[in-house]
């Protein structure tokens, strides 16, 4: 208003559903600006006297206001760290204005040296070159750009660790036949982002990646010269932060004159119980004895009579592989024994099930050694069969039914036991015979294949020349 005209008071009003008149002393309004809703339309008119006499209303001002953006707070390689490796701790703020932010870090730490250190930063990067357990605690960033600035960022947990744990797993089992499978994964203890992998035997690196995959190495099929010790070493960042473990793995030959002869003949056994191991030697040939691997050692089996032994009261530490071993340091037909102190074990044949044949599981319990009325059955982890029986029997066996299997019932759980299964040789000598019978049957059948094999070639040939012939003449003609 112009002060000429005397005094007048002022009438603010903003736009909304429900308009809101203030009335001010003074020509000026001030508001605090606390969210997006703050914004939006304002205008005002003068009044004075009683009854009071209102100006006309001023022109409308748009306020507009945004909401302020959030800083996103990264780290690596990972929120769980180990002592000595390198972290960096990353703010990103999303704004489509000036990027010229300075950093506010805060940190709740969780000693007294770091409990609740703020400090300044021009870059948005905060670096520990070489972390330690006094850096473990939470962390947040805020950006300011002059008188703006965002909302804080969602706290993040930085645990440091005293040292990484790496370990190797071997699925199905450590002691294995030439021709089966087998599979070492190598994992870190509590932390899995960021890691790379790689293998050795007997320290010698293994280059052949198409067997490895990640935390993971593959042989299929496994032979004599595999057996070794294998490290895997897991590394990330840089500079790289290293770490790595050991296991070994025997593969042993196929013998049909030798084999390991079990009794009772099945993989799992109550403790407390009698057990009878042997080697039999369809050849005749003297030095072959019984030999152990448990978890702490190597050793020949105890109670040692000629090739066998017999445990007269099996505990759960004899629980490990059980193989006949000759002479010459040679070893043949390792198996499983598993010593379960329950009540409930899975029968299973200590042999691989061969291809085509009949797969038949047992829940026994202590008391009676005899299948229990009612159990389930499971494979790697989810249930199969619920039967009434106590026996579950899968007729024609197949290679998708390997795997970990154990039986559940309400006297208890069985321990799991690893069912493996091996082609039939007779398989695979009746596809020789089969082809061999197509030769004889039909003399021109090869000779029919090896013309057309000739005839792909010739005219294989003849188009790589005219492709060439028309090269040379498109070089000619530029």
């Not at 990264?74 to 390198?86: A, C, I, L, S, Y």
């Not at 010790?229 to 049909?256: K, M, Q």
């Not at 249930?383 to 579950?392: A, P, S």
């Amino acid at each position: 208003m112009d002060p000429s005209t005397g005094y007048w008071d002022s009438y603010w009003y903003k736009h909304t559903l429900n308009p809101e008149t203030e009335k001010k002393k003074t020509y000026s309004y001030s508001l605090k600006i606390d969210s997006v809703s703050d914004g939006g339309q304002y205008w005002c008119r003068a009044g004075r006297g009683k009854p009071v006499y209102y100006t006309q209303y001023s022109d409308a001002l748009w306020v507009n206001v945004t909401e302020s953006p959030k800083a996103v707070l990264t780290v690596r390689p990972d929120e769980r760290v180990f002592r000595g490796e390198t972290v960096s701790l990353r703010c990103d703020i999303k704004w489509a204005g000036d990027t010229e932010w300075t950093y506010r870090w805060e940190i709740e730490g969780t000693n007294n040296q770091y409990k609740n250190t703020v400090s300044l930063c021009s870059t948005q990067e905060l670096n520990i070159s070489s972390v330690d357990l006094s850096h473990s605690g939470k962390y947040s960033c805020t950006g300011q750009i002059h008188t703006q600035s965002s909302q804080r960022s969602d706290a993040v947990t930085l645990t440091v660790s005293a040292e990484a744990q790496a370990s190797v797993r071997v699925s199905p089992q450590p002691w294995l036949t030439e021709g089966e499978s087998v599979t070492l994964t190598c994992e870190v203890s509590g932390s899995s982002k960021g890691w790379t992998f790689s293998w050795f035997r007997d320290h010698d690196h293994l280059s052949d990646s198409s067997r490895g995959a990640g935390g993971s190495y593959t042989l299929s099929p496994a032979a004599l010269q595999h057996t070794g010790v294998y490290t895997c070493r897991a590394e990330r960042g840089r500079p790289a932060y290293y770490n790595s473990s050991s296991h070994t793995l025997w593969i042993t030959g196929v013998s049909a004159s030798v084999s390991l002869v079990i009794n009772p003949s099945r993989s799992q056994h109550f403790s407390s119980d009698s057990l009878s191991l042997s080697c039999e030697d369809q050849s005749n040939s003297a030095g072959w004895t019984v030999r152990r691997y448990t978890d702490k050692d190597t050793q020949t089996c105890a109670n040692q009579t000629g090739s066998g032994c017999v445990m007269d009261s099996l505990s759960t530490s004899d629980t490990g592989v059980y193989w006949c071993e000759s002479e010459s340091g040679e070893k043949r037909r390792p198996r499983n024994i598993t010593v379960h102190d329950g009540e409930v074990i899975l029968e299973s044949s200590v042999d691989p099930v061969i291809e085509g044949e009949t797969l038949t599981l047992h829940c026994l319990h202590r008391s009676t050694n005899s299948p229990i009325l009612s159990a389930d059955f499971y494979k790697d982890g989810s249930l199969i069969q619920n039967q009434t029986t106590g026996e579950m029997s899968i007729t024609t066996v197949s290679k998708s039914h390997e795997g970990f299997y154990y039986c559940k019932t309400e006297r208890g759980q069985s321990l799991h036991s690893w069912i493996s299964v091996r082609v039939s040789r007779s398989g695979q000598i009746s596809v020789l015979k089969t082809l061999s019978s197509l030769l004889a049957a039909s003399p021109y059948l090869l000779a029919t294949v090896v013309l057309l094999y000739k005839c792909y070639r010739a005219r294989v040939s003849s188009a790589e020349d005219q492709s060439q012939y028309a090269v040379r003449e498109e070089e000619t003609s530029i």
